[in-house]
């Protein structure tokens, strides 16, 4: 089942012995679209602090509500890695924050092991907030800007870029599958995707349906 982002910011989260905050983001890998992390705003239960959770400790993740349960106690989430909102997440933290639960990293099996030191291996995380708004160019003509994600809450991995065509209040909202995306660019703020269904065993612009078919 596909979910809107939009309609799962503000959800509340509840622990096993209360409630911790509410969704505020999630961060996604920007090379499979895979869902890392929701971040949680704790409001005043924590003050000032975000927390990350991942998506498998969600008790029931294909049937989310208007409070999400998370798997883990408020306890265990006070005590986790403490992020910079500020700052993007780094893999020496998200190596901290897996430790601390005793969870294998995701990213292991895609990491040779070298002899000798190493720089620190490149991070694909990135915000959906952040992303929300880039401008999407499908081909050499530029269609219009995010405006949403849609993610399939079993396999927890974005699977369509939801589009606003037109103009900001009067467009239509399109639907662009992520397997079509080329590539992201962060300095240009913009996302490529294929024009031709043939090359790149993609789905062109003209084939695209409106958002609201699926939803």
């Known amino acids: 089942m596909l979910r809107s982002f939009k309609q799962l910011y503000g959800h509340k989260l509840g622990a096993k012995d209360g409630e911790i905050g509410q969704i505020k983001d999630f961060y996604f890998d920007d090379q499979n679209w895979a869902i890392r992390y929701l971040v949680a705003d704790t409001g005043t239960w924590l003050p000032g602090r975000q927390v990350l ?20 106690t408020r306890k265990q989430i006070e005590k986790s890695p403490s992020i910079d909102s500020h700052k993007p997440v780094s893999r020496q933290y998200e190596d901290e924050y897996h430790k601390y639960y005793g ?35 499908v081909g050499d003509e530029t269609v219009g800007h995010i405006c949403d994600f849609m993610v399939d809450a079993e ?3 974005i699977g ?13 909202d399109m639907l662009i599958p992520t397997k079509q995306v080329e590539r992201i660019s ?20 003209s084939n695209l349906v409106p958002a609201g078919i699926v939803l």
Request: hydrophobic share 40%; net charge negative.
């Open 103 to 137: 969870w294998p990293s995701y990213w292991n099996g895609d990491v040779a092991i070298v002899i000798g030191p190493q720089p620190e291996p490149e991070t694909h995380l990135r915000s959906s907030q952040a992303v929300n708004g880039y401008l999407v160019r």
């Open 53 to 72: 959770i991942p998506p498998h400790s969600l008790a029931s993740p294909a049937a989310l509500g208007k409070i999400v349960d998370v798997g883990l």
């Open 155 to 157: 396999a927890w991995a």
């Open 160 to 172: 369509q870029l939801v589009v606003k065509t037109g103009h900001r209040l009067s467009g239509k």
């Open 186 to 205: 962060y300095q240009e703020s913009t996302v490529f995707a294929y024009p031709n269904v043939e090359a790149s065993e993609q789905i062109p612009a």
